[in-house]
């Protein structure tokens, strides 16, 4: 992972941008690393699945080769979750320097925040906070329907932790996923024990 200048009172515009390309470029790396052994891991789990299904004791072998192949991809994916880990530690550690450096159209320049997104964020919002809100390049998802930046999804793990670590954190994160709340609409996932992510249900409504 990129060693950022954190201790560096300010930046310049153009070595911010540096900066966050280099960090972007791993991360991007990291997750591009994960979701590939996310998917070896889901065809092994499958694999297991109907191997366990079938029964019968010539299966063994094959079973011990799938049960490698799905052991290596969970600490593989293990190992990239760390590096996002880092990557996001990176990033909220320099968002201080990031804020004392820019402006807020500057900070949404280099985060790629769509000009028709910038008004539903506060005009005085951070750095780290753009990217936790889910901003980060809104002009590539707004027009091709793609996920979260790849920034969002170094830094989001983080925040989580941080309002899970006490009861009222917890309280205004669940609070925050009512239907009519702030993250009603977004996506949610659950957790499979070698860390791959999959979509959870969405609640049930009422419907009147």
């Given at each position: ?82 590096v ?22 500057e ?15 506060p ?33 989001w793990p983080?925040?989580?932790d ?15 996923f ?18 791959s992510?999959?979509?959870?249900r ?6 009147h």
């Amino acid at each position: 992972m990129v060693a950022p200048a954190e201790n560096a009172a300010t930046m310049t515009l153009a070595e911010c941008g540096s900066l966050l390309l280099r960090l972007k470029r791993a991360i991007r790396h990291a997750l591009a690393f994960r979701d590939s052994w996310v998917a070896r891991s889901r065809v092994a789990r499958r694999a297991l699945v109907r191997l366990n299904g079938a029964g019968g004791a010539h299966f063994i072998l094959v079973r011990r080769a799938i049960g490698a192949e799905h052991a290596e991809a969970t600490q593989r994916i293990r190992e990239a979750n760390a590096v996002l880990r880092e990557g996001g530690q990176h990033l909220i550690r320099i968002g201080d320097v990031i804020d004392r450096s820019t402006s807020f159209a500057e900070r949404c320049m280099l985060l790629g925040v769509s000009p028709a997104d910038r008004h539903e964020l506060p005009s005085d919002a951070g750095f780290a906070a753009i990217i936790g809100l889910g901003f980060e390049v809104s002009s590539q998802y707004r027009i091709y329907g793609s996920e979260r930046g790849p920034l969002f999804h170094a830094v989001w793990p983080l925040i989580v932790d941080e309002m899970c670590a006490s009861a009222k954190g917890r309280f205004f994160l669940d609070a925050m996923f009512v239907p009519g709340r702030e993250l009603a609409e977004m996506t949610r996932y659950r957790r499979h024990p070698d860390g791959s992510l999959v979509r959870a249900r969405p609640a049930a409504r009422v419907l009147h």
